[in-house]
């Protein structure tokens, strides 16, 4: 669930509110400035992500709700259906009830449907957009003073800057396919 969540600035302890999502890591340059006292500081909940790669768990999270619910209300909605066809039929006013029943449930399998195509419609943009926050990041990374400003909180990042430092091959999250 996404709410706002409320930091503060580690020098000055001026507070600020930022939009968050629970499900979602966040990602970019954890480097921030307050706009208060102009100190800079690391918000740790912000990732790297060349460093890090993107976290898949929303889109898995996403599918697993659908198949749960495509198992769950595709008998009930196909019983509702039947038993209250078979009502009708036998002169029961029931059946109607059935019928909604199961017209309601047929219509929130469709909407689970239409969810992921729409979901399908959209994925090139985000993988778009991953593409290009992960080609900042790479920027960012390029720049050994960042780096080592970086490394000082993140071992990822300390690992990298040994790997320059050593002349090793440096070692990248993959970028979005």
Same mark, same amino acid.
């Given at each position: ?5 409320? %930091? ?8 600020? $509110?930022?939009? *968050?999502?629970? #499900? $979602? ?6 480097? %921030? ?11 740790? !909940? =912000? ?11 929303? #889109?898995?999270? *996403?599918?697993?709700? /659908?198949? =749960? ?20 039929? #036998? ?21 689970? =449907? ?11 943009? =985000?993988?778009?957009?991953? *593409?290009?926050?992960? !080609? /900042?990041?790479?920027? /960012? ?11 000082n909180f993140d071992k990822r990042a300390q690992k990298l800057l040994e790997e320059r430092i050593n002349g090793q091959t440096e070692h990248y999250a993959t /970028?979005? $396919?």
């Amino acid at each position: 669930m996404a709410t706002y969540v409320t %930091k503060k600035c580690p020098h000055c302890g001026f507070a600020y $509110q930022v939009f *968050q999502s629970g #499900e $979602q890591r966040k990602y970019g340059s954890p480097y %921030k400035t307050c706009v208060k006292c102009f100190n800079h500081y690391w918000d740790n !909940d =912000i990732v790297e992500p060349a460093l890090h790669g993107f976290e898949n768990l929303y #889109e898995t999270g *996403q599918s697993i709700k /659908r198949v =749960i619910v495509m198992i769950m209300y595709t008998p009930m909605a196909l019983l509702m259906l039947g038993g209250g066809i078979w009502l009708l039929t #036998e002169g029961e006013m029931l059946g109607l009830f059935g019928l909604a029943m199961g017209g309601f449930v047929a219509w929130a399998i469709g909407s689970h =449907i239409k969810g992921k195509i729409d979901d399908k419609k959209h994925w090139d943009d =985000i993988v778009r957009n991953r *593409q290009l926050e992960y !080609d /900042r990041s790479m920027e /960012r990374l390029k720049d050994t003073n960042y780096l080592t400003a970086l490394a000082n909180f993140d071992k990822r990042a300390q690992k990298l800057l040994e790997e320059r430092i050593n002349g090793q091959t440096e070692h990248y999250a993959t /970028r979005p $396919q």
